[in-house]
């Protein structure tokens, strides 16, 4: 069954450098989706992409963060200055159709020191 | 504000069909119902959707009241393996779903 793989599994940053977490959507998807998760907490929409371009996004995605889909088949996160705040799982998430229900990565886990 | 409304906690015993309500009482003619699980921290697992039609998948069963404004996911045989929590969601062409609490259901030997 087609998977949404994401890289790395965990990764350690200081405070105040960048990050970029790495996702590969499922091949024919055309909808891509950054969420993350405190620890304990909610799944939060971050923000959501489709040609090209970023469709929504919530108020957790500030200047700090961007997304790009360099090549055609990978999907990024980064975060440009990371606060101890931003320590969380980040999960990828990938669509065929808007009506269609999502598939998710298993997730980074970010924890920033 | 997720815009939906799930029991905190439920238990089923293993074997049995666990029915997981939702209520969307404010849900709009276009919205469709999805169903979600969370087993530990890993990713959330798509289960099922629906608009108006009750619907069926190899994971679970899923049972919409005609007047729209409830929900009930069944998982006709639970296992282990299900204990989780399950998210409600309402959804459709905005492009986003936005979860809230959903019910953690443990399944109990």
């Known amino acids: 069954e087609p998977e949404v793989t994401q890289t790395p599994s965990h990764q350690v940053t200081q405070m105040g450098q960048e990050v970029i977490l790495r996702c590969v959507p499922i091949?024919?998807?055309?909808?891509f989706y950054w969420y993350r998760q405190i620890l304990g907490q909610k799944v939060e929409f971050l923000v959501s992409?489709?040609?090209?371009?970023?469709?929504?996004k919530s108020e957790i995605f500030d200047d700090q963060f961007s997304v790009e889909r360099p090549d055609g088949s990978n999907f990024t996160l980064k975060i440009r200055s990371t606060k101890l705040e931003d320590s969380a799982m980040y999960f990828c998430?990938?669509?065929?159709?808007?009506?269609?229900?999502?598939?998710f990565g298993s997730g980074t886990r970010l924890t920033v020191v | 504000d997720a815009k939906t409304t799930q029991p905190t906690s439920m238990d089923c015993a293993e074997g049995r069909a666990a029915n997981l309500p939702c209520n969307h009482s404010?849900?709009?003619?276009?919205?469709?119902v999805y169903w979600y699980r969370q087993i530990h921290s890993q990713g959330p697992q798509y289960i099922i959707h629906?608009?108006?039609n009750n619907e069926t998948n190899e994971m679970a069963s899923l049972i919409i009241t005609e007047d729209r404004k409830s929900s009930t996911l069944i998982l006709p045989h639970a296992t282990l393996r299900d204990t989780a929590v399950y998210y409600c969601?309402?959804?459709?062409?905005?492009?986003?779903?936005?979860f809230g609490d959903g019910t953690t259901l443990t399944v109990k030997p």
């Open positions: 969601i309402r959804g459709g062409h905005a492009g986003k779903s936005t």
């Open positions: 998430a990938s669509t065929e159709d808007l009506l269609y229900g999502y598939t």
């Open positions: 629906g608009l108006k």
């Open positions: 404010t849900i709009s003619g276009n919205e469709y």
């Open positions: 992409f489709y040609n090209n371009e970023i469709s929504e």
């Open positions: 091949s024919n998807h055309l909808y």
